[in-house]
Every structure is written in C-alpha cells, then in structure tokens.
C-alpha cells in the first residue's frame, strides 16, 4: 500500500491533508501511516498461518510507544537488543512472554532485567554470553529460556554495513560451536533449551538466502534431534527487504508460503523478526526548504530536515524517494541535491535529484523513512529531535513532541 496519494494536487494520507498537518506541527516531522502498519502487519502474520508462529517486530527499526502499541494490540511480539528496547516494548504493551533478546553485546543488568521481566528466550550469541546469562540465572534463582543465534554463513547479497550471517560478521555462532554448546547446555538446570535462531541481514530482496539459511537450521535441527535435544522454536530473523526506488523484494505473502512450505514438518513454532517491511514503507518525513542556492555547477534545496533526522542516505548510500507535498503547476523538473543545515558535506538526503522546481517554504516528503528513520536520529549540531505523528481513523495525534533547546541540556550540569 502506498503511503500518500494526491487529492487536489496536495499530498493526502489516510484523510489528512500533509499541508495541514506540516502547518499544525511544523517541520521536519516523521508521520507514520496507522493504517499501512496495521496492513503490513497483517500481512505478514496471515503468511505463517499455517502454521504455530510469533511475529515478533524488530523495535530498532521504529520504537515510537505508539507505534509498538499499536502493534501489541495485533497480537505482535518483539525483538528487542537492548534494556531500552525492552523497557519500551513492554511500556507500549507487548507481553514478556512474546518478547525475544538478541544482540552480541548484552550485560549482566540487561539480562538481569530480562530475566526479570520473564522474556520469551534469549538468542544467545557467544560462549561468553551464555555463562554471563548463567550466572545471573542462577543469582536470581530462574532458568533462563535461551536459543543460540548461529551463523549459517550465507551471503544476503544486501549492503555490507547490514549483512550479519557471514562468517566475516560478528554476528551468531559458528554451526559446530553452537553444536557444542548445545550439547554442554543440555545438561545445566540454570538454562532451558528453547530454540534455535539466525538473522542473515537487512533489506534482503530475493527469498535465496533465507532458504539457504533455514536449510542450515533444519539440518542442525536434525542433528540436534539424534543427540536427544528437542527444540520448541525456529526462529528465521527478519531482514525482508521493502522498494526504496525499484527494488522487487518478495512480497510477505510469498515470504511467508516459503518458510512455512519449510519448516511446516518441523512442528516448531516458527518466529519470525520484521522490522523495515512493517514500517518502513508506512512512514516518511516532512521537510522544507529554508533556502533555494544555485552554484551555478549545482543546484541545492537547503531542507530543514539533516542526517540527524536521518542517516541512511549519508551512511548507507541509500535512496529515498521525495516528492513534493503540492504538486508543482509545470512537470519541468531540475536536477538537485537535497542537502540539510549540518556543517557536513555528507548531510544529504538525495544527490542529483530530478526534483520540480522548488522555493522556500515549499513542503517535501521523504518517502519510506518509518524504518530507521527516527530511531537512528541524533542531536548532532544540537539540533533537538524532530516530531513523530501518528495518522490514525482520519485523524492525526503528535505521539512524540518536537525536541526543545531545554531538552538538549536538562541532562547536563555545568561543571
Ligand atoms: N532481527 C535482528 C537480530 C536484526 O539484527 C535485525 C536488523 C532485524 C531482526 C530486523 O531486520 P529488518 O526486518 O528490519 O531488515 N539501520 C539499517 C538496518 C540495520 C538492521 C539491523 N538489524 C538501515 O537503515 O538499513
């Protein structure tokens, strides 16, 4: 589903007129679609339905608290890879028993406060962890619920910075040590086997790797069932890609009848861990331009959203469509970069970008940002947090508050 449409030559979403509501919150903002999350959502979980499964959304991808409520009330778990993850999963609704821990990095106050909450397992990710979650399991007296996180070694053919299932990755276990610690862990009353799991990477656009990898799990799946140890769950990651320009990345459905057509004779529940094909087409950000400046060489619109608001066209190269919020009168179009005011000449959201021709005050969107978009976002320059808006039954709600200048130092003291 498309985020917005034109009504009357101006940007529409869900009822909401964008004009409207930039006028209302002003500029930049992040507004996500109730709607689109809702469908994409849905999506994915009726593709498993044939078989036991857990949707657990990956809350890096967007931690807004009323984003991952919504979600809760859909029946969605979580994935989560720090405290504050946690915390704010369990806030906005989503049930301990529903939330899965990964990450290669967590502490003994995290996995002490998971253990707390009562989570559904950990993936555990190295040997060192597993005693880390041993010990506190047993100071706080509990048995921990864990699965190993293995690296199948599979290549997602995505972009370097976020492929995790090569053996080059820090990512995961080997298979032969995840092998051995299973085996060793069997036999500790401080753990209860629960599963097994792999994430290979992000914005994945072909079905390949993922089979590739669960391949690997049913045959360690197998092994594991000759030594005697029997699992619960299969857990695939997340990782489903979603088009930015012209990508065609399966559709969840087709995910979704791939996996289970796999994994349907294991009798597992299945996991899996969405993040970016939830919410990532089901939000953008609202931006204007201060400030036309041409260079002659170059054109540029001087926006008033940065790289703080969102990284991934400076970090990851990435392409994120813009469109104008009123449709311009001529189709003439200029070639421009559509750069922010951070003193970085990486601060840009598109280079070389066919685009109308703009004037100051005149209102983008910056299409597919409701994954990574805000939950990647800094003060760098001291610039507070943009705005995040919920679209929802023809209306719309600020879910979280434009930063102010006393936020940016309320946690400071002057020395
Ligand atoms: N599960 C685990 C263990 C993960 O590490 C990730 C993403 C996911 C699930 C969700 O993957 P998704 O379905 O969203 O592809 N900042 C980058 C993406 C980093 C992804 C990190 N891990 C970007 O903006 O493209």
Redesign the pocket.
């Known amino acids: 589903m498309d985020l917005v449409e034109y009504r009357d030559g101006v940007l529409h979403c869900e009822g909401v007129f964008l004009l409207k509501l930039a006028k209302r919150v002003k500029t930049p903002c992040y507004v996500y679609s109730a709607s689109a999350l809702t469908q994409n959502f849905q999506a994915f979980d009726t593709a498993m339905a044939q078989v036991p499964h857990l949707v657990c959304f990956?809350v890096?991808?967007n931690a807004n608290l009323s984003v991952l409520k919504l979600l809760a009330e859909l029946g969605a778990g979580a994935?989560v890879?720090s405290g504050g993850e946690l915390f704010k999963a369990l806030k906005a609704g989503i049930p301990a028993s529903k939330i899965i821990y990964?990450?290669v990095g967590k502490t003994k106050e995290e996995i002490a406060y998971a253990l707390k909450a009562g989570i559904l397992m950990f993936?555990v990710e190295s040997e060192a962890e597993l005693h880390a979650i041993c010990s506190q399991a047993k100071r706080l007296k509990k048995r921990a619920p864990i699965s190993f996180r293995v690296n199948p070694d599979v290549d997602p053919q995505t972009?370097p910075?976020?492929s995790?299932g090569l053996k080059k990755n820090k990512f995961g276990l080997p298979v032969e040590k995840a092998m051995e610690l299973y085996e060793q862990a069997a036999l500790w009353p401080e753990v209860e086997l629960k599963g097994i799991d792999c994430?290979i990477g992000?914005?994945l656009t072909s079905l390949q790797p993922f089979l590739d990898a669960i391949d690997r799990l049913l045959f360690m799946l197998k092994r594991l069932h000759e030594k005697g140890i029997s699992l619960q769950y299969v857990d695939v990651?997340?990782?489903?890609?979603i088009r930015y320009k012209d990508e065609t990345p399966p559709t969840p459905q087709a995910y979704g009848a791939a996996i289970c057509e796999k994994l349907a004779s294991t009798g597992l529940t299945v996991i899996i861990?969405?993040?970016?094909?939830i919410c990532g087409n089901a939000g953008g950000l609202l931006t204007k331009v201060i400030y036309v400046k041409d260079t002659g060489e170059k054109r540029f619109y001087i926006v008033d959203a940065a790289m703080n608001d969102l990284i991934?066209p400076s970090l990851?190269q990435?392409y994120h469509e813009i469109v104008p919020v009123r449709l311009p009168k001529t189709k003439k179009l200029v070639s421009a970069n559509v750069v922010g005011p951070i003193c970085e000449s990486g601060d840009f959201l598109a280079k070389d970008r066919e685009l109308p021709n703009l004037k100051a005050g005149d209102l983008l969107l910056v299409k597919s940002a409701g994954?990574?978009g805000f939950t990647?976002s800094s003060n760098y320059n001291a610039r507070p947090r943009a705005a995040e808006v919920l679209i929802k039954d023809d209306g719309f709600q600020v879910v979280r508050k434009r930063e102010t200048y006393s936020r940016l130092i309320q946690d400071e003291r002057m020395a």
Not at 273 to 277: K, N, Q, S, T, V
């Open positions: 990956a890096k991808a994935d890879v990964s990450g993936n972009h910075y976020i995790t994430h992000s914005q990651g997340g990782g489903l890609g861990e969405p993040g970016r094909a991934r990851y990435a994954a990574y990647m």
